[in-house]
């Protein structure tokens, strides 16, 4: 089963549901912020909260108020070696458009435990940076432009449905 779970820098006093209600409205998938302790389950978008970064284990996410890492809470770093850590070869990152190299360290984790690597191509990203330092970081399975990135993500999961396997 694949849950996709998105880590978003964004700041604490923005409106706690706007992310969350933008997201919806492009997804037939329920989307939802995560509280401490929620249980992982298919076919759900997570989101996570604002100055907490979300890391994820067998099962559910947790919380935390952690340090930042890379300037950063939540840190997609954070989450992508916890969800490597609990699911090995099962996780697929994506390290999308931005302005410092978090999630670059995470995604080498994912690829060390097994895990594919997607990351938007550098030129179609509105700030470098981050895909970027991903692609320094590690070997991708795929970059790609932002658009593509979704098909290449259903197909995966088509695949990996279809297969009847648990990952990539």
């Known amino acids: 089963m694949i849950w ?14 706007g992310l969350v209600g933008l997201l919806q409205s492009s997804t037939a998938l329920p989307v939802r912020e995560v509280d401490d302790k929620d249980v992982l ?12 970064h979300l890391p994820v284990e067998p099962g559910r996410f947790a919380l935390s108020t952690d340090e930042r890492v890379q300037y ?8 992508l070696e916890s969800a490597a850590d609990a699911y090995g070869a099962a996780v697929v990152g994506v390290v999308l458009t931005g302005a410092n190299a978090d ?3 995470g995604l080498a984790h994912v690829k060390r435990r097994g895990g594919l690597a997607v990351v938007q191509e550098p030129a179609d990203a509105e700030r470098a940076t981050m895909p970027a330092a991903a692609l320094a970081a590690t070997a991708v399975d795929a970059t790609l432009p932002l658009a593509e990135i979704g098909p290449y993500l259903a ?5 990996v449905s279809s297969a009847g396997g648990q990952g990539p």
């Open 4 to 17: 996709p779970d998105v880590v978003l820098h964004r700041a604490a006093d923005r409106a706690r549901h």
């Open 41 to 52: 389950a298919p076919g759900r978008v997570y989101v996570a909260p604002a100055d907490y």
């Open 72 to 79: 950063s809470r939540p840190s997609i770093d954070v989450a």
């Open 103 to 105: 999630g670059a360290q």
């Open 155 to 159: 197909e995966l999961c088509r695949t």
